[in-house]
C-alpha cells in the first residue's frame, strides 16, 4: 500500500513540475477550449459540489445558467465553506462528462489564488484556470471506459454512457492553517489520457471559487 501511495505521491510531483515547465514556456499545444474554435464533441468537465453535513458549504452558482434555471438574480457566482472550531465534515466533488473512448487519469487541484488561462496550454475541452504557484494536486483517480451492460428506452428516457462521472470525497482538516489564511480557494478538474501528459487529448473543468467563512470561528492558530 505505501509503494503504491509513493507511486501517486511522485506521479503528482511529476504531474505539477511538468505544468509549471509549460506554464514558463508559455507553450501551446492545441487549439479550442473556452474562447477557442472549439469543434471537439467532447464535453468540457463538469465540477459540483455536495457536502456531509449538508449545511457545510453553499456551493457556487454559474449565473449565465443556474440563474435562468432557478429563476432568482439573487444567487452568487463565489460558493462559501463555513468554517467552526470543530470541522469534521467532508465535501464531495462530482466531476462528471469524462470521455469514455479511452482510460482517463482524473485529478482534482485546488490553489489559494486565481490562475489565468493564458498561462496554461489548451485542452481538446476547456482550459486550466489555477495559479501554478499555489496549486495543490489533492487526488488522482484512474477510470477505464465503461462498459454498456443493460440499456433500454424508458419513459423517463434513455442511458447515455458516451460520458462518465467520478466522485472524490475530500475529509477537511483545519481550516485554521496557516496555508488557508487567504480564505479564497479556487477548484478546477482535469481529465488526462492514462499514463501520460497529453493535453490534446485533455478535459478541463470550470474554475470554482470558495470563501471560508470564518465567522462563527473564535480560535486561532497561535502565531
Known amino acids: 500500500m505505501m509503494k503504491r501511495l ?6 503528482g510531483l511529476r504531474f505539477t513540475a511538468s505544468l509549471l515547465l509549460l ?15 472549439d469543434t471537439s464533441p467532447i464535453p468540457s468537465l463538469s465540477l459540483n459540489q455536495l457536502s456531509v453535513p449538508a449545511d457545510l458549504i453553499r456551493p457556487p452558482y454559474r449565473i449565465s445558467t443556474d440563474n435562468a434555471l432557478w429563476g432568482k438574480a439573487d444567487l452568487t457566482e ?11 465534515g467532508r465535501i464531495d466533488f462530482l466531476i462528471s462528462g469524462i470521455r469514455n ?9 485546488y490553489s489559494t489564488r486565481p490562475g489565468s488561462t493564458d498561462l496554461w496550454i489548451s485542452s481538446v475541452a ?25 440499456e433500454r428506452t424508458t419513459p423517463l428516457g434513455n442511458a447515455v454512457i458516451t460520458t462518465q462521472s467520478t466522485v472524490i470525497s475530500v475529509n477537511l482538516s483545519d481550516l485554521r492553517l496557516p496555508q488557508l489564511q487567504g480564505n479564497e480557494l479556487f477548484f478546477q ?3 488526462v489520457k492514462s499514463d501520460s501528459l497529453d493535453f490534446a ?3 478541463a473543468s470550470e474554475l470554482d471559487e470558495f470563501i471560508i467563512d470564518r465567522s462563527n470561528q473564535s480560535n486561532r492558530l497561535k502565531q
Open 6 to 11: 509513493s507511486t501517486w505521491y511522485w506521479r
Open 23 to 37: 506554464w514558463l514556456s508559455h507553450t501551446v499545444l492545441a487549439n479550442g477550449g473556452f474562447g477557442g474554435d
Open 78 to 88: 463565489v460558493g462559501t465553506i463555513y468554517a467552526n472550531n470543530d470541522i469534521t
Open 101 to 109: 473512448d479511452m482510460a482517463m487519469d482524473v485529478y482534482l487541484a
Open 126 to 150: 476547456g482550459r486550466m484556470e489555477l495559479d501554478p504557484l499555489t496549486l495543490e494536486i489533492v487526488a488522482v483517480v484512474r477510470l477505464q471506459p465503461a462498459i454498456r451492460f443493460y
Open 189 to 191: 478538474a482535469l481529465a
Open 201 to 203: 487529448d485533455s478535459q
